[in-house]
């Protein structure tokens, strides 16, 4: 179960220094649980809430607190651990080497000191060879090759116990499943798995285009898209890998790093690039400035330079101090912050109806690209923050390729609470949230010029109306034109090209047989059964089988029409008969509401009816043991689930009901059966066993 969302302890903004002994404890206890809530949201889920400057901010706090209070420091204190517990979705395995991660350092005199201390552990004057790599920003992988074949892939997890993820890794391009004759027997190689910023923009696309979430940055995407369960899913995702590390090996993998990266690139595995040696710290520092000059045309994320010591027999000397290595170290970008005034909020309208608003900026220069707007994501975030009109405010880009406000510094004068609009801006429908949904929608679907494209993508599809000849690349067309705004324009093309100036067949690529075909396919299509038609509307949530569900309770247009504009009436007779469908809940049966609610909708499906024919919906069940009766399971059913046995039951035409009554014409009942079953016999109904029940499904 999802966990819930700590509230911060009421002490969050009393400094450390005034704290009392008794208020810090309740803090630190508060302060454990909001990161672990955080650190799950990040590493589990990949869906971080709060910015990672927002997640330092509480860790910082947790340790100041627990300096001024050694005596409280909790058993399961947030400072003792790294990263987060592999998730329980997968296999837990352990790593056969730790898998550890790297030192920061976020100034030239942080990599000064490194090497110094390189240096003076080494016994040595002169400055090592160190080798530069970029540091890519995904997420660590460990591939196990035995006898030259990839044989298990592990996330790091905490670094101890990773989790097993082989089946999706097996479906990345980049990741060679046998190696050369010439690679050792056993083999561990670690490296980054991440995504392309171009990919990850239209991944996003794709998600709002299916009313699904949508990913902060790359890295969360790249991991939400590997740790599916199935592998289907991360094989659509366009996922690469680079090889940097390694693991347990059996036989040597080069005497540099220089030569393993020869050896990698020779095994079959692709390398970040661009790499370097260096025997001088300033031209390090140099090479460091350059890749950040070139950060924004890598076409992926990096989030800083990794310096190595080159040599492996100082690599061997070196080891590990803590979690991290002492031959390594990160060199961070700085996060990528501005000061700037808030213009304007403005609204945005997704493809699916989602109201995003947007800060409108003065433009900042924020790391060599300029900034003129961040989102807002959503209502809650703007009162959470109080973000208003005219704020003067910190924009961040560290990562995330949408900028983001992570803080207000001072409100203007004359500012004023946003007031969110509860009309869509770009059709006035009405825009409403719905159960827990942070999120503001437009129901106004068909007729709203945001979403109409979609809509009607959606209205011709598959599973819709079915129009031959009618792709999503002429719809696009035929709607810049003017031609189609909503889907009831569809059966009206043939009249509206004939007052056309140049008809569609004169159009550049068309012709009379392209246009006679679009224009056939569209009448083929004149005549629908009701369960495609409503599906073909697009409702939130209808999808196929819901849209059946209603077909099956209305049977007609005419009465589907009529009993939802009914229903928009709060307990109407017609409200509470749709909540009643069995199938429909509470979140489906608002959406269905609020779309007969809106009268852009209503008007546009009378002016559909008006152009085609809509049959009414057959229910063809055949007469079975059980049609009409109403049926009661009681106890426990060993060879299926309730939820089967009463698909079951009324796939034949029963009833299914939880409770025996004079009603009840039979009970079947599995172990362990209780007063159900008493009631049934004092009410001499029919019981059968589940056995019995498997008897009369097969019949
Ligand atoms: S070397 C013993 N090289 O950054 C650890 N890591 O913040 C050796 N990373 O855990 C790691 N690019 O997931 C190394 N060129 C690179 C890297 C790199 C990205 C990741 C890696 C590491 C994390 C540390």
């Known amino acids: 179960?999802?966990?819930?969302?700590?509230?911060?302890?009421?002490?969050?903004?009393?400094?450390?220094?005034?704290?009392?002994?008794?208020?810090?404890?309740?803090?630190?206890?508060?302060?454990?649980?909001?990161?672990?809530?955080?650190?799950?949201?990040?590493?589990?889920?990949?869906?971080?809430?709060?910015?990672?400057?927002?997640?330092?901010?509480?860790?910082?706090?947790?340790?100041?607190?627990?300096?001024?209070?050694?005596?409280?420091?909790?058993?399961?204190?947030?400072?003792?651990?790294?990263?987060?517990?592999?998730?329980?979705?997968?296999?837990?395995?352990?790593?056969?080497?730790?898998?550890?991660?790297?030192?920061?350092?976020?100034?030239?005199?942080?990599?000064?000191?490194?090497?110094?201390?390189?240096?003076?552990?080494?016994?040595?004057?002169?400055?090592?060879?160190?080798?530069?790599?970029?540091?890519?920003?995904?997420?660590?992988?460990?591939?196990?090759?035995?006898?030259?074949?990839?044989?298990?892939?592990?996330?790091r997890g905490d670094g101890e116990f990773g989790e097993d993820i082989t089946k999706n890794i097996m479906t990345l391009n980049d990741v060679p499943k046998f190696l050369p004759d010439d690679a050792p027997?056993?083999?561990?190689?670690?490296?980054?798995?991440?995504?392309?910023?171009?990919?990850?923009?239209?991944?996003?696309?794709?998600?709002?285009?299916?009313?699904?979430?949508?990913?902060?940055?790359?890295?969360?995407?790249?991991?939400?898209?590997?740790?599916?369960?199935?592998?289907?899913?991360?094989?659509?995702?366009?996922?690469?890998?680079?090889?940097?590390?390694?693991?347990?090996?059996?036989?040597?993998?080069?005497?540099?790093?220089?030569?393993?990266?020869?050896?990698?690139?020779?095994?079959?595995?692709?390398?970040?690039?661009?790499?370097?040696?260096?025997?001088?710290?300033?031209?390090?520092?140099?090479?460091?400035?350059?890749?950040?000059?070139?950060?924004?045309?890598?076409?992926?994320?990096?989030?800083?330079?990794?310096?190595?010591?080159?040599?492996?027999?100082?690599?061997?000397?070196?080891?590990?101090?803590?979690?991290?290595?002492?031959?390594?170290?990160?060199?961070?970008?700085?996060?990528?912050?501005?000061?700037?005034?808030?213009?304007?909020?403005?609204?945005?309208?997704?493809?699916?109806?989602?109201?995003?608003?947007?800060?409108?900026?003065?433009?900042?220069?924020?790391?060599?690209?300029?900034?003129?707007?961040?989102?807002?994501?959503?209502?809650?975030?703007?009162?959470?923050?109080?973000?208003?009109?005219?704020?003067?405010?910190?924009?961040?880009?560290?990562?995330?390729?949408?900028?983001?406000?992570?803080?207000?510094?001072?409100?203007?004068?004359?500012?004023?609470?946003?007031?969110?609009?509860?009309?869509?801006p770009s059709c006035g429908s009405e825009a409403i949230r719905i159960g827990e949904d942070i999120i503001r929608r437009c129901v106004g679907g068909l007729t709203c010029p945001a979403q109409q494209v979609e809509k009607i993508k959606h209205f011709t599809s598959k599973n819709a109306f079915d129009i031959d000849g009618m792709g999503d690349k002429v719809i696009e067309l035929l709607f810049e034109k003017g031609i189609i705004k909503t889907p009831s324009d569809l059966f009206n093309i043939e009249e509206k090209n004939s007052k056309l100036h140049t008809p569609i067949q004169n159009w550049e690529g068309w012709g009379q047989l392209s246009y006679n075909n679009m224009i056939n396919g569209i009448n083929e299509k004149r005549t629908i059964i009701l369960n495609k038609f409503i599906y073909a509307l697009g409702i939130r949530y209808v999808g196929e089988q819901n849209a059946k569900l209603l077909s099956k309770r209305y049977t007609s247009i005419e009465n589907f029409l009529e009993s939802m504009q009914k229903a928009t009436v709060e307990e109407s007779e017609e409200f509470n008969s749709l909540l009643n469908i069995d199938g429909i809940g509470d979140k489906v049966a608002q959406e269905i509401i609020a779309f007969f609610k809106e009268k852009h909708n209503i008007k546009e499906i009378e002016k559909l009816v008006s152009l085609i024919n809509v049959t009414n919906y057959e229910i063809h069940t055949a007469q079975t043991a059980i049609t009409n009766k109403t049926i009661v399971f009681t106890g426990s059913l060993s060879k299926m689930s309730r939820a089967e046995a009463k698909a079951n039951a009324e796939k034949m035409g029963a009833k299914v009901s939880n409770s025996v009554s004079k009603k009840t014409n039979l009970v079947v009942a599995g172990e362990e059966s209780g007063s159900k079953l008493k009631k049934a016999q004092e009410l001499g109904i029919e019981i059968i066993s589940e056995d019995q029940w498997l008897e009369i499904i097969k019949s």
């Open 1 to 155: 179960m999802a966990k819930k969302k700590p509230i911060a302890s009421m002490f969050r903004s009393i400094p450390v220094d005034k704290l009392v002994e008794a208020d810090a404890l309740i803090e630190l206890q508060s302060l454990a649980e909001e990161i672990s809530y955080h650190d799950e949201k990040y590493h589990s889920d990949d869906s971080p809430e709060i910015t990672d400057g927002e997640y330092d901010s509480l860790r910082r706090r947790n340790e100041k607190i627990e300096k001024r209070f050694p005596k409280l420091i909790l058993k399961n204190t947030p400072s003792k651990k790294v990263g987060s517990k592999a998730s329980s979705k997968f296999k837990k395995v352990k790593h056969t080497e730790a898998m550890l991660s790297l030192g920061n350092a976020f100034s030239e005199q942080d990599v000064r000191d490194f090497l110094d201390k390189v240096k003076r552990f080494l016994g040595i004057n002169d400055d090592p060879e160190l080798i530069a790599e970029t540091k890519v920003d995904g997420l660590a992988c460990s591939l196990r090759y035995e006898n030259r074949q990839l044989i298990r892939a592990l996330t």
């Open 185 to 424: 027997n056993v083999l561990e190689i670690r490296g980054e798995v991440y995504m392309r910023t171009k990919d990850f923009f239209s991944l996003n696309e794709r998600q709002e285009k299916e009313g699904k979430k949508l990913f902060a940055n790359p890295r969360n995407a790249a991991a939400g898209s590997l740790r599916q369960l199935d592998s289907k899913i991360t094989a659509k995702r366009k996922l690469h890998f680079c090889a940097y590390g390694w693991g347990e090996h059996s036989e040597s993998i080069g005497d540099t790093i220089e030569s393993f990266r020869k050896n990698l690139f020779k095994w079959g595995f692709q390398l970040n690039g661009p790499a370097q040696t260096f025997s001088d710290i300033n031209d390090l520092i140099y090479y460091y400035q350059k890749v950040q000059e070139a950060r924004p045309f890598m076409g992926y994320d990096i989030d800083g330079t990794v310096y190595k010591v080159n040599e492996m027999h100082y690599i061997d000397r070196l080891g590990f101090v803590g979690r991290a290595p002492r031959w390594a170290i990160a060199h961070k970008f700085p996060a990528e912050k501005g000061i700037t005034v808030i213009k304007d909020i403005t609204i945005q309208v997704g493809r699916t109806g989602a109201l995003t608003p947007v800060a409108e900026l003065e433009p900042v220069n924020i790391g060599g690209v300029i900034i003129s707007r961040a989102t807002l994501h959503n209502e809650d975030e703007i009162i959470r923050k109080d973000i208003r009109v005219g704020d003067t405010v910190i924009v961040q880009r560290a990562g995330d390729v949408i900028p983001q406000i992570t803080e207000v510094k001072k409100h203007d004068v004359d500012s004023k609470e946003f007031k969110f609009p509860t009309k869509c």
